[in-house]
């Protein structure tokens, strides 16, 4: 006895052997806290009431008898489990010298409900005969998953007989999830109205349905695994239609896929198929500063952190995908605007993947001190660094002196990089008066000397920032929106959307009221475009024109 805290009592015979007959009654209370200080070193603090009854003959070897055990607002007070809401056990046990009749119930509040009744063996080789039946709400995750940015939802209801032995157990039975949702804020990932039903027959597990809400699209999937062989093969089929999976401020996406999964987990196993990127919005985020220092604080009087054990990494899986993409990837932000298009083969396996292709500029330009550089060449890449694509953009022009000057975006989207270059080599501020006014710094205007000074100001970092006309443009639901020069030179707005899959409709119109135009262009096949445009110029006279051209990379 230790006062409230503990009260144990031991009555009957005890024999000195385990084939020798026994005939005990035990009872206890005992609070779980008189635990703790045998628990420091494992970083466990509980609380909690646990009572128990115990009537037992037989021998140690084929116990007999009854035990009942009851834990009441049992939980752990350290670390994430500190704000999981206290569990309840009851659990009843009827000893049949080889076997025992279990009965036991949990639950944690509404969030948790769990029964299994059924009969155990005494020994691992012995058969088993138990029903598993519960429910659980995965909010009762969000102590843990919450830390990391991380959401999920939904109810798992199970109906389950498990069979066999404890060490070769055969499950038959189901397990279902409605209502589900998983996302995570960092990079974007949303899905919702997540459904899945899996069906256990002995060591075939089937993924019989799942399904899930991606943005407006939807995915679903279907597929099995056999943990009943050493191999454990796998064969699953994932299918997205007009699928948004991330939405961020980053990228948000559309697309239709098709992929699956064969092999084996333990050892060769592949992920193939295809993607088609029906449109992609990658927004390059308002500027930073050039650097944020990281200061790492550590605590003098706190004892070193235990090393980490890091779980063995499981086998790589092969990578055989089709990325297709024909047009309507959009690159916007700070001044930048492109379309890009393509095809990228990713092969490889997920821990060092293998990209080949690109997705190269259809058309696209960079806003700077008013003025705007058309985009001569381009593509981005997707280089195995997550969701983030990397950037080589190019505007490149000739200078006064014959040579060439260019301004290329660079970095990823999360970090845009932009250099200038010439040939021959120029100074910085050279290149760009040759880039934005096709001339010398030394013959520049007042005007624009200044407007020279605020792009270098801009490119430095310094003053950056969205562009209000983004706005505008999602308010509009248009795909391009956009101030530039007209063929005067005078100030002019030039907006347009996709109407439909290659075929882009753009209108034109100068502030002065004159020059005026509506252009169409209609992606024939790779790289060949039939290009129209009607309506009037500066002076009011009409102007069409029809044409054809072609662009390929060499």
């Not at 069979?163 to 499950?171: F, W, Y």
């Not at 399904?211 to 796998?234: D, F, T, Y």
Request: aromatic share 4%; net charge neutral.
């Amino acid at each position: 006895s230790a006062g409230q805290d503990a009260n144990i009592t031991v009555r009957g015979l005890a024999p000195l052997s385990i084939a020798g007959a026994m005939k005990l009654a035990i009872e206890g209370r005992l609070n779980t806290a008189m635990l703790n200080p045998l628990l420091t070193k494992m970083n466990t603090k509980l609380s909690g009431l646990i009572t128990t009854n115990m009537q037992l003959a037989g021998t140690p070897q084929a116990p007999t008898g009854q035990i009942t055990l009851t834990a009441q607002k049992l939980r752990d007070l350290t670390g994430p489990a500190a704000s999981l809401p206290p569990a309840d056990i009851n659990a009843k046990a009827n000893l049949k010298g080889r076997a025992v009749d279990i009965n036991l119930g949990l639950n944690a509040g509404q969030d948790v409900n769990f029964t299994v009744n059924g009969t155990a063996p005494m020994a691992a080789t012995g058969q088993m005969n138990l029903a598993l039946a519960g429910r659980l709400d995965l909010k009762l995750l969000d102590p843990i998953l919450a830390a990391n940015g991380n959401l999920v939802r939904g109810i798992i209801t199970t109906n389950m007989r498990v069979g066999g032995t404890p060490s070769a157990p055969t499950p038959n039975g189901t397990l279902n999830l409605t209502g589900g949702s998983v996302q995570n804020i960092a990079s974007g990932l949303n899905l919702s109205a997540i459904n899945a039903n899996v069906a256990a027959a002995s060591k075939l597990i089937t993924v019989q349905n799942l399904s899930a809400k991606a943005g407006q699209g939807s995915i679903s999937g279907h597929g099995s695994i056999n943990l009943g062989l050493a191999a454990m093969p796998v064969d699953f089929a994932l299918n997205a239609d007009h699928a948004t999976p991330i939405a961020s401020d980053l990228i948000t996406e559309t697309l239709n896929a098709a992929l699956t999964m064969k092999g084996d987990l333990k050892g060769n196993s592949t992920l193939a198929g295809r993607v088609d990127i029906l449109k992609a919005n990658i927004n390059i985020p308002k500027s930073l500063p050039p650097s944020v220092a990281n200061l790492p604080i550590h605590n003098a009087s706190a004892p070193p952190a235990a090393p980490k054990s890091t779980p063995p990494p499981l086998p790589p899986i092969q990578l055989a995908l089709d990325v297709h993409a024909k047009n309507q990837i959009f690159i916007r932000g700070d001044g930048l605007f492109a379309e890009l298009g393509g095809h990228i083969g990713i092969g490889g396996t997920t821990e060092n993947p293998q990209p080949t292709g690109g997705f190269t500029l259809i058309r696209g330009y960079f806003s700077l001190a008013g003025k705007t550089l058309q985009f001569t060449s381009g593509k981005i890449e997707f280089n195995g660094g997550g969701f983030i694509p990397a950037l080589d953009l190019e505007a490149t022009t000739t200078t006064s002196n014959n040579g060439t000057a260019s301004l290329i975006v660079g970095g990823t989207a999360a970090k845009p990089q932009i250099s200038l270059t010439s040939s021959p080599p120029l100074p910085s501020d050279e290149i760009l008066s040759q880039l934005l006014f096709s001339q010398s710094t030394a013959n520049l205007s007042p005007f624009q000397a200044a407007s020279l000074a605020a792009a270098l100001a801009q490119l430095s970092g310094i003053g950056g920032g969205a562009s209000p006309l983004d706005s505008v443009r999602n308010a509009l639901g248009l795909d391009q929106l956009s101030v530039g020069s007209s063929a005067s030179g005078a100030p002019s707005v030039q907006a347009g959307r996709y109407v439909a899959p290659g075929v882009y409709v753009g209108a034109s119109q100068a502030a002065s009221g004159q020059g005026t135009s509506a252009n169409v262009e209609i992606n024939l096949y790779k790289g060949l475009k039939l290009q129209t445009s009607t309506g009037t110029d500066s002076t009011g006279q009409n102007s069409n024109s029809v044409g054809l051209s072609y662009q390929f990379n060499y």
